[in-house]
Structures are given as C-alpha cells and as structure tokens.
C-alpha cells in the first residue's frame, strides 16, 4: 500500500514540476545537483515534455524546494533537518487543523492559534497567486500540539517546535505534526511549513493550457520532512523611526508581515524625536494630537491604533517595545508648556544655528530642572502603561545627549548654580543621570513595582568606567550602537549588563546614503557575528528615517533584515555565500507576499544558482 | 478635547489650578475665536525672505497651508524645471472649481487641430485633468466652489507627431483672471511637444490648498520657456530584471512630469532577451526569464504611444557584439562564443558571459531580422548598437574564431581584434540602414575601445555616430571626442549612474561604481562646464556646444527590480531634469526648496520617489542641513 502511494507521488511530482510559469509552449527545467538547483540546457516545449516521467525535471520553485539541507528555508532550523525529495499536490481549501492537543483552559491559546493558521492559509493562498484552481484530493491534515498556556511574549518566551511531515499509509493523506512547548513556537512552525510549500503549473492536458486561458496552478508540499528549531538569540529585532519621517500604520503593518516571515521578533518602536511626536497621549493630548508634534492631524497614531498594531504584531510572533527617546531628541511636541504655565519642558526647541545646539535640526532637549516634566512624563507613561502588556520593556532613548543644549537655558544653568554645581563636563553628566532616575522613579511609581526592564541606547552615560555609578545593572538593558571593532559591548558584559547589539557598521540600514557612510549590502549584514554570550539578548537592525518614508521602507529594510534574522536565529558557522539560493528564495517569498524588497543580483543569478560568485 | 485636557490637569495639579485655568481657557477662547476648532489648525505658514515659514496660527488670522505657501514663495514657485525665458509669476492665488475646467487645442489659424496632432493633444488634456485629480486627498474636496477655468492651447504645426533633435519644444503660457467668474490660460506652442510641456508647467502652477479648502491656481502668469539641451533622457535595462510595462510606463510619467524627453531602452543583454522578435521567436522563448517575462510587438507599441503623448522618445538599444548570450542558444554553434563560460572574469566584466561571434553570417541574418522588427515598432530618429565592453579574451578562447582571423591574414594582437570588431559594426550598420528601408539614421555607442583617441577616426564616422560617454566625468577621452567632431551625450559614471552605491552582487564588498550618488551632485553635472574642464571651448556660438546634445541618466539594473524601480531614478532623474532643461548658473541650493515640492509631486502622482530629508524640514523650510 505504502510503496504503491509512494509511487502515485513520484509519478505526481514529476508531471507537476516539469513545467515553471507557461504561456506560449516552451518551458525551463531544473534540476537539483549536490545541493544546486541547476537549469536545464535548453527548454522544451508542452508538446515534447508530456509523459516524461523523469523526476529530475522540476520547476525552478520545485527544485528549490527540496535542494540542498535546508531547501528554502528562512532561517534554516538550528537542530537536525532532512527534507525528502518527495512531494504532493495539495491545495490549500483541503486542509484540516487539529488544535486539539493545544493545551488549552480558557487562557486564549486555541484561539490564538486558529487565527495563526488563518494567516497562514493567507501565506498559501497568496504563493498559489492567480488561478490557483486546480483541486487536489489529497488531504493535508495538520496537527499543533503545545503544552503552556503561557501567552506571555518576552526574553524568556520558548521559541522551539519540532515539525514533521509524513505520508500516512492511507491514500491521499498527509499529516504535518508541529509540536511546541508555547503557541509561539508551534506559529514558527506554521511559518516553516509555509516555506516547505511551492507553486507549481497544474499538469498539461488538464484544461491549463492554450493561449488563451491561463495556466492554473497548484501548491506542492515536501514531505518526509522531520525537524527540530530553536533560535540561537531571543532578542531578534527592527527598529523603526516614525518621527523623522511618518510612518502609516499599513506600512508597519507590511514590515510586520515580513518579520514574521522571517522569525523577527520584536518590533523596536522609536515613535518620537526632536523633528515629530505622532503618538497621541490622551492624558497629554498636545503631545501629538493638537498638532504641536504632529506633521499633521492625519499623521498620528491614536492609541487604538496601537492596540492594533500590538495584537497584529502578537499573532504574527513579534512584540512590540515602545522608546519614548528623552531627554535628548525630544523638541516638537513638547512646546507647549510655558503657554499652558507649566514652564518651559523642553530647552533649545528649533534652535539656530542647530550646530551649536545638537547633532542634527531640529533641536531639543527635555528640561530635566522643571518639576512639571515629570508630571507631563507620568500622564505620558500612564498611557503607555494603558496599551502595552504588563511587563513589556520601556526603551528610554538617552541616546545623543547635547550639553550645550542645556548649557544655553538660563533656566538649566541658574538651577544648578543655586545646587552648587558647576557647568563642566561632569556636572551635566550627573544632571542626565538625575534626569533618568526622576524619569525611572515616575515610571516605577506607575507601574507599582521596579521591575520593568529598561533599555538605553549606548551613551556618555553607559561608558564602562561610570555606568555603574549611573545605572544599574539589573535594570538597564543597554542597546550598543558603535562599529564592529568596538569593545564596548564586551566590556558592559564583563560588567554584568544585557545587551542589545546594533552594530553600526553593519546593521544600520540607513548607511550609504548620507555623509561618509557606506551602504551595508546583505552579506555584510549576514556576515556579522555577535558572541553567543549570556548576557547577548540578541540585535537589531536600525531604520532611521531621515531619508525613508512609506515610499522606500520596504527597499531599505528588506531583503536586508532577513539576513540578519538568519544569522539571529541560526547563527551559522557559514558566510552569505552558503545561504545565496536560500536568501534569494526568500526574498522572492517577501516579494509575493506584497512587500517590496530591493533587488539583490540579475534574475539571472537566481535562475542559475552559484554562476554569479 | 479641552475639556478632558481640563479635567486630567485639574486632577493632577489641583495647587496651580486657578492661573491654569485661566489659560487654558484663554487657549480655547482663541480656538473658538478663529473658527477653526473643527480642523484643529495650529499652524499656519507664511512667505518670508523667500522660505515658507511655520508659525501659530493667531488670532482673527486666515490661515495658509503649506502647499499654497510654497507656490507663491519661492521666485520660480514649485516648477520643476524652472523656466528658462520670461518668468512673470503673479504670486496671488485663486481658487478654481475643479468640475468647470475647459481646455481646448486650436491650430495657428484658428481652426481645430488636425487628427494627427488632436488625437496627441486630447490624451495631454486629458492628462492633465489626471494630475488636477490627483491633488485631491478625498472625493468630497472637488467641491463647485472658485472660478471656472479656460485653457485655449494653440499648436502651430498640424502635422508633426514625432519627436526628434529638430523639434521644438518650446512654449507660452499666460494666466490671467478674465472676470469675476473665470481664469483664463493661454498656451501657446509651435508643436505638440511645446503644447504638452505648457500643461505641465500650468499643472504645476496648480494646487490643492487645505487651509482654504479649494483647488487654487496662480493669476497674472507670463512664462516663456524652452529647453537648454535637446537630449534628456534616462536608460532603462530590462535584461539584467525584467520591468513590467506598466513600471516603464510609470517611468514615463515621471519623464514627463519633469521634462525629460528621452527613454532610453536597454532591451537585451547577456542576462535575458526579453524582446519578442516577430521574425526570430525563438530569441525569446530561449531568452526570457520566463515566458511572461517578455516585450511583445503590442506591448512596445503601447509604451511607444504612451510615450509620444507625454513628448517622450522612445530609443532603442540593441546591444552588441558584446552582452548578449541569454536568447542565442538554438542558432547553431559558433554564432555566439564563450555564453555563460566560467570563470567568467576570464572572459567579461560580469557574469554571465558572451558575444556575437563576428565571423559567423548566420549573425548578420539574425541581426537584420532583429533590427528589421525594431524598425517596424520603434520610430526613434536615431538607433542604439551599445558596443560596449567588448572582450578580446572571450573572442579570443572561439578555435572558430582564431582559424578565421589566420585565414584572412590577421594575428592575434589586439589590433588584429579591433580590426575584428570595427567589421563587425560595419556589417551590422549595414543590416541597420537595410532595417530602415535603406536610409542613414544616427548610431548611438557607448565609450570603448573603438571609440578611444587613435581608433575613433580610423573606424567610426562622426557624421553617423553618436557617441554616449560612461567614464567619469573629467576623463580626457572625452575632449577627444568632442575635438573631433563627434557629437556626445553624457552619462559620466561618476554623477549619472544611478545603480551605484549599493552591494556587489559577484564579489565582497559594494559596487564597482559606490558610493550613492545624492541629488546635489547629479544636479551639478554640467556637461559644459565638465568640457570647459578638460579645455574644450564650449562658449555659445562655438561649433564644440552644438555638438553636446545632453545627459542621460543610467539604470543598470543588476540590483534592482520593480519592487525599488522608482526610488533609483526618483527624485535624481528630476534633479539632472533641470540641470538639462534650465542649465542654471546657480547651485542646487536655490532650487533646493522646488527639488523637495517636486519629490512631493512625484508621490502624489503615483511614483515611488527616494526621501530626501524629514518632513519637518518640509515643513520648516531652511532649517536643516545641507549636505551638498
């Protein structure tokens, strides 16, 4: 029975994969060798290819699908993976979940992963693509199994499922096991068996074909598949700047599909600077919504629009964590105090000549000496608090922090006379520290206890000879954001503190397109190890958008971040060059699902796998 | 809203409530006072010194938006390119109803257009009326509110439809309020391509202002314009990826939305042959990427006419004999030599290698078929052969190849293989001129070693060829070029490459040609003063300045795709628009205000363009960095 089924599948596979995308009657082959999809010498047409039964003839999807170890995976699984050469038509209306061993008593697990294999249905539908019309009988039956109830999504969030694929001995049937510990891990495993998936032409004769009519097409699954994946970093992440220029939601939307894709989680979200404050504040709604902050009144997100965007980011396995960045990088939004007899919240707010007053116009500095600022800063974390999960990181920017800012408020400089304090160096050192433990204090009397993580951009104030006179340890989190060769994240890890790295030199994604700095390409990107430490939450890669808006996002941020995430959540031994074929399959991948990801080489080089190194 | 803001503050600062109430509600009272509590307008911007300046919107105070700001502001207002003659701008805006816009094409004696011209001349009305819609955020905005508008288009000459080096493209255009109820424009032009241009520029002198809520046009408007070079063109390679019709046509719109004139169309390479040739099918069907992935006779007839409506050329290059391969396979051996050898740095600059092998007649046959179904479908009034990066070496690893240079009595010196290829260009202009029904048509190249001092008079014409420079823009080669009599476009690497700066796809590291190129620079690339550089006299009268007929910017597309098409060429290709179309002696800092309002154009009108900076900087004009 078995050898017979197996038979009617290989037989299947060869007729359905002979043929990539057709109209007018000719057609390329591919054909997997030591672990490279080569293509065929010359084409052949419809009428010559019926009844070959050679199984080495495949579409360019087909061959991928199952050549090399990892066939087009992204990331490749970390623990021991075989993917069969074998595989079944199957179309997506004919498939069966079975969440029944998702451990389940009222916490929303089930329900979490019913909508998960919705968006996944949602990932086949879009790879079948148009005419996707051909009815398969064979059946799919797909098995989640998890066991916590835990929803939590954070550092310590068990990320790993085991997915296997196998044929049963009954006829048509396939059963896709995927067993988790927590519904995250069992979401990547739909993700994964999403990529174990291809779209190939239906097979000739069957009314597919003619000029006139367009070829229809349906899905192939690899089978024999049996796996296991964890990720190698838990802090896999993005930045997004939406204060340099506004980001709408339905952008950040199309990047969160696209993290999920590739097993991103979690979504950095640098909503304010000096230039905007488009998150609107109930509690201090000057901030954004009455425009003091705001580009404009349709350039803010309202805090529905958070919640939305939380929960989007949740079924698609990524989190979000807020950065309210101060007391630097905070002008426009906030110049409303004195008229509303609060004072003066910010300093140097659009100052000129900007470089007297700060790195890059407009200016603007948090006035960390008004008492009224942290009134203002407790409204505002109040209504973070309101939206985001309990527990869930603040990132509180610090990043960037101009003396002579402060040095030119009348205000700033009387304040600290009156205290005794001097005007150099030190002094304002110790003025920022005061800044961020009043900011802290806030915070914790909000939140009711003093555990909520922190994390802080590299600063003066994170330099290894005074952090820990400024912060401590087992609440700060300290994001480094300097070259490759820079020793400062290895030397805050000898200190005991977390860290999150952006390595500027490779993983800042707006490089190469502004003053000396070189675009970061994607082997680069992938190339760059950080250690596997404890203490290494992981990195993240760094949108900023002075030069980026909703019209280049996509271009800017993928396919480049995907390398990143391979080499967050695998790690590899090996360089760009072991992973092309992959990483050009997945940023195809991206593409189909509606993300516009930058080209990487000629159309020339994916059709001809390894004749373009 | 003020009301819970009163509420959350009363509860938080209940010491300071009194003097904050106070001002608080001396906040609202001047919300209510200025009737605009509905919009929430905060801001309003003003024309100072030339900038739009962001201020609070006070009391008793009609507010400006920003758009209507920026066109009255500057002296050239938001037109990208600026005119080149009489520029009298009104600097008063009215509003107009945008369901009673009248436009009509009359000739020069009065009459109606003739069909040839008329036909041209509805679709660029039409057009026009397609980018006025496009200001629209909502349905709801085009409000009968405002004047009606008369536009009356005079076209001189009934019959041209083709644009060539000869047209004139030049236009007037005159606004003025005729009475209480109406705006009158008068556009007046020699040929379409003037006609077209008008619209345009009236286009731009058109905007939707959301503090008064109205579509507003500037009054008292005098504009005599015409541009400075009369080749302005970009290229497009759809071998390396393929670009669907509809990003070229996209591309077009972006053309003509800034007056470039020229598309440049890089149809084949060794990578893919996407041209569908009616007389040799085959080309394709073995040389696309896939059989979707292809130009059919329709398709390029569409995109030619899309084109033509919007005063854009449409050149093809048929490159050759080098960068082809991809396409060649069922012809036989030996017609093509060295396709996809490896290693490929032995014998090309980039993979996938191959070249027409010279020696073989089989070519020439399937060449004149080439060019004979480009002829059918194209109108350009001159041609494209590319020869470009030939390599010896490739040529040289063909026994084919060898035997026959022995057999005519040729060795193998580099000489012996310019020799070589100067029969190959000759055969193949033969079969080029047989394609055009026996007549001379000009012959674009690219910079090679065929066109360098020593050979360029000894095998190239400059009576026929055109000869497109890529080497940086202070190479000596190029004097040569221009001393002997060849007439030139620039595309120097160094300021028009628009592929460059981004990672290398066959090696560590980025491009060949990185870094990026910012828009300042391209903006600054002026062929004159990069010939005055290298001593060539170019001042006007001189025979040296007719021979430069303009710039084109490159797209090699290696590395990109649809998906980031419009962010490579937008908005740079705009900023080389008004280097070709104005040649200003100012830098781009003058224009730089018009650069950003024309990027903003560009997106409204569909066009994926690059940002240049943050839209606070948009929005506080003069306030940031420049970083020429």
Same mark, same amino acid.
């Given at each position: 029975m078995k050898v017979a089924y197996l038979l009617q599948v290989l037989s299947a596979a060869a007729c359905l994969c002979?043929?990539?995308?057709?109209?007018?009657?000719w057609q390329w082959s591919w054909a997997c060798k030591s672990g490279r999809c080569v293509k065929s010498e010359y084409p052949i047409s419809y009428a010559s290819s019926?009844?070959? $039964?050679?199984?080495?003839?495949?579409?360019q999807s087909a061959c991928r699908?199952?050549?090399?170890?990892?066939?087009?995976?992204?990331?490749?699984?970390?623990g021991p993976t075989t993917i069969g050469e074998q595989v079944v038509a199957f179309h997506p209306s004919i498939i069966r979940f079975d969440?029944?061993?998702?451990?389940? $008593?009222?916490?929303g697990t089930r329900e979490y992963l019913a909508a998960c294999t919705q968006l996944f249905l949602d990932n086949l539908l879009v790879e079948c693509g148009?005419?996707?019309?051909v009815v398969s009988d064979t059946d799919v039956y797909v098995r989640l199994v998890t066991r916590s109830q835990d929803l939590t999504l954070n550092w310590?969030?068990?990320e790993t499922y085991t997915l296997d694929i196998v044929t049963s001995s009954r006829v048509n049937s396939v059963t896709v096991n995927i067993r988790a510990e927590t519904v995250y891990g069992a979401r990547h495993g739909l993700e994964t068996l999403s990529q174990l998936v291809a779209r190939v032409p239906a097979p000739?004769?069957?009314?597919?074909?003619?000029?006139?009519s367009p070829r229809k097409h349906l899905l192939i699954m690899a089978t024999n598949v049996r796996l296991s994946d964890a990720p190698i970093f838990r802090h896999r992440g993005l930045m997004l700047d939406t204060a340099r220029n506004f980001l709408p939601l339905y952008a950040m939307k199309r990047t969160l599909d696209a993290m999920a894709a590739s097993k991103?989680?979690?979504?950095?979200?640098?909503?304010?600077d000096s230039q905007s404050f488009p998150l609107e504040s109930p509690?201090?709604?000057?901030?954004?919504r009455r425009r003091f902050g705001a580009y404009? $009144?349709?350039q803010v997100y309202t805090p529905q629009d958070v919640a939305y965007l939380l929960e989007y980011a949740r079924l698609r396995g990524v989190r979000i964590i807020m950065e309210l960045d101060a007391? $630097?990088?905070?002008?426009?939004?906030?110049?409303?105090g004195e008229a509303a007899g609060l004072?003066?919240?910010?300093?140097?707010?659009?100052?000129?000549?900007?470089r007297k007053y700060c790195i890059q116009p407009p200016c603007g500095q948090l006035?960390?000496?008004?008492?009224?600022l942290y009134r203002v800063l407790r409204d505002l974390y109040r209504d973070i608090l309101d939206i985001f999960p309990r527990g869930e990181p603040l990132h509180?920017?610090?990043?960037?922090?101009?003396?002579p800012c402060w040095n030119s408020s009348a205000e700033i400089v009387n304040w600290m006379e009156a205290r005794g304090?001097?005007?150099g160096q030190a002094d304002f050192l110790q003025l920022w520290a005061d800044y961020q433990s009043t900011a802290l204090g806030t915070l914790d009397e909000e939140v009711g206890h003093s555990n909520t993580p922190i994390i802080l951009w590299s600063s003066h104030l994170t330099e290894p000879g005074v952090i820990e006179s400024f912060l401590n340890k087992d609440r700060y989190i300290i994001q480094t954001w300097v070259p490759?060769?820079?020793?400062l994240p290895v030397e805050l890890l000898a200190k005991g503190y977390r860290v999150i790295y952006?390595?500027?030199?490779?993983?800042?994604?707006?490089?190469?397109?502004?003053?000396?700095t070189v675009y970061h390409n994607w082997r680069v990107v992938y190339d760059n190890r950080i250690p596997r430490k404890a203490g290494v939450l992981g990195g993240e890669a760094c949108m900023w958008s002075e030069l980026v808006d909703n019209q280049s996002l996509d271009a800017k941020v993928w396919p480049r971040t995907a390398a990143m995430a391979e080499r967050l959540w695998?790690?590899?031994?090996?360089?760009?060059s072991s992973a092309e074929a992959r990483f050009y399959r997945h940023r195809q991948r991206l593409v189909t699902r509606g993300i516009r990801a930058d080209a990487v080489s000629p159309a020339y080089c994916y059709q001809n796998e390894g004749e373009c190194q | 809203m003020i009301v819970a803001l009163l509420i959350c503050y009363t509860k938080e600062f209940l010491p300071d409530f009194i003097i904050r109430m106070t001002l608080l509600l001396l906040l609202m009272v001047s919300f209510i006072a200025t009737g605009n509590w509905a919009q929430e307008r905060v801001w309003t911007w003003q024309c100072q010194e030339g900038r739009c300046v962001k201020q609070l919107l006070q009391r008793n105070e009609t507010p400006q938006g920003l758009e209507a700001c920026k066109l009255v502001c500057?002296?050239?207002?938001?037109? /990208?390119?600026?005119?080149?003659?009489k520029v009298e701008l009104g600097r008063v805006l009215v509003p107009i109803n945008y369901n009673a816009i009248t436009i009509i094409g009359i000739s020069g004696e009065g009459r109606a257009l003739s069909e040839n011209v008329g036909q041209l001349f509805s679709t660029a009305a039409d057009n026009f009326r397609n980018r006025l819609t496009?200001? *629209?955020?909502?349905?709801?905005?085009?409000? %009968?509110g405002g004047k009606s508008l008369q536009v009356q288009v005079t076209i001189h000459?009934? %019959?041209?439809?083709t644009l060539t080096m000869e047209s004139d493209e030049s236009y007037e255009l005159y606004i003025s309020?005729?009475?209480?109820s109406q705006v009158h424009c008068n556009i007046v032009s020699a040929q379409f391509f003037g006609a077209n241009y008008g619209l345009e520029t009236l286009s731009q002198l058109t905007t939707f202002d959301d503090a008064a809520d109205n579509l507003v046009i500037m009054r008292d408007v005098n504009i005599t314009d015409s541009p400075a070079f009369p080749f302005r063109a970009l290229v497009l390679d759809t071998a390396r990826n393929y670009f669907s019709v509809a990003s070229i046509k996209r591309t077009i719109d972006g053309m003509a939305a800034s007056k470039l004139n020229t598309f440049h /169309?890089?149809?084949?390479d060794s990578h893919s042959f996407p041209f569908q040739s009616s007389?040799?099918?085959?080309l394709s069907q073995y040389g696309?990427?896939?059989?979707?992935q292809i130009y059919t006779p329709q398709d390029i007839t569409s995109v030619v006419e899309y084109a033509r409506a919007r005063g854009v050329r449409v050149l093809p290059e048929f490159d050759a004999?080098?960068?082809?391969?991809?396409? /060649?396979?069922?012809?036989?051996?030996?017609?093509?030599?060295?396709? #996809?050898?490896?290693?490929?740095n032995k014998y090309c600059v980039e993979p996938p290698c191959g070249q027409l092998n010279?020696?073989?007649d089989t070519v020439y046959e399937i060449l004149g078929g080439i060019y004979h179904d480009i002829f059918a479908l194209f109108d350009s009034d001159m041609f494209h052969?590319?020869?470009?990066?030939? #390599?010896f070496e490739c040529w040289r690893s063909s026994l084919d190849i060898v035997n026959w240079m022995t057999s005519q009595?040729?060795?193998?010196t580099n000489d012996d293989y310019l020799q070589l290829w100067d029969m190959f260009q000759k055969k193949a202009y033969m079969k080029v001129v047989e394609a055009n029904g026996g007549n001379e048509i000009p012959i674009v190249l690219w910079t090679s070693h065929l066109t360098a001092e020593g050979a360029i008079d000894k095998y190239l014409d400059n009576e026929i060829y055109i000869i497109q420079i890529w080497t940086t823009?202070?190479?000596a080669a190029i004097a040569n070029l221009v001393n002997k009599g060849f007439r030139v476009i620039f595309s120097?690497?160094?300021?028009?490459?628009?592929?460059?700066? *981004?990672?290398?796809w066959v090696a560590?590291?980025?491009?060949?040609? %990185?870094p990026y190129i910012g828009w300042h620079k391209v903006y600054m690339n002026n062929p004159y003063t990069l010939l005055t550089n290298l001593g060539?006299?170019?001042?006007?009268?001189?025979?040296a300045r007719e021979l430069v007929l303009g710039a084109e910017a490159a797209l090699w597309t290696e590395q990109v795709d649809e998906s980031s098409l419009d962010g490579r060429f937008w908005p740079r290709a705009a900023a080389m628009a008004e280097r070709l179309w %104005? #040649?200003?002696?100012?830098?781009w800092q003058q224009a730089e205000y018009r650069m950003l309002a024309h990027r903003e154009r560009l997106v409204q009108r569909g066009i994926q363009s690059e940002a240049l900076e943050p839209q606070w900087c948009y929005q506080n004009e003069g306030s940031c960095p420049s970083q020429g």
């Open positions: 002979a043929a990539e995308d057709s109209g007018p009657g019926r009844g070959i $039964s050679n199984i080495t003839r495949k579409s699908l199952t050549c090399g170890q990892y066939g087009a995976l992204w990331p490749h699984p970390t969440l029944l061993e998702v451990v389940d $008593s009222g916490r148009a005419n996707c019309s310590n969030t068990d000739l004769g069957g009314g597919g074909r003619g000029h006139s991103l989680n979690v979504l950095h979200w640098h909503a304010t509690r201090v709604p000057q901030l954004a404009s $009144s349709r007391p $630097s990088h905070a002008g426009n939004g906030w110049q409303w004072g003066q919240l910010a300093v140097c707010v659009n100052q000129q000549p900007w006035n960390p000496t008004n008492p009224n509180m920017g610090g990043d960037e922090v101009y003396f304090q001097g005007r490759a060769s820079s020793s952006s390595t500027k030199d490779t993983w800042y994604l707006d490089h190469g397109f502004w003053g000396s695998a790690d590899p031994e090996t360089r760009s | 500057d002296i050239y207002s938001t037109l /990208w390119p600026r005119p080149t003659g496009t200001m *629209f955020k909502k349905q709801e905005q085009r409000t %009968s000459d009934s %019959s041209t439809r309020e005729a009475d209480y /169309w890089h149809l084949t007389t040799y099918p085959q696309a990427y896939t059989p979707q004999p080098a960068h082809v391969g991809e396409g /060649w396979q069922w012809a036989g051996p030996n017609v093509t030599v060295c396709v #996809n050898a490896q290693p490929w010279p020696t073989n052969m590319g020869g470009d990066e030939v #390599n009595g040729m060795g193998q823009g202070r190479d120097n690497y160094d300021a028009l490459y628009f592929d460059c700066g *981004f990672g290398a560590e590291g980025n491009n060949w040609c %990185s060539v006299d170019v001042s006007p009268g001189t025979a %104005s #040649n200003p002696d100012e830098g």
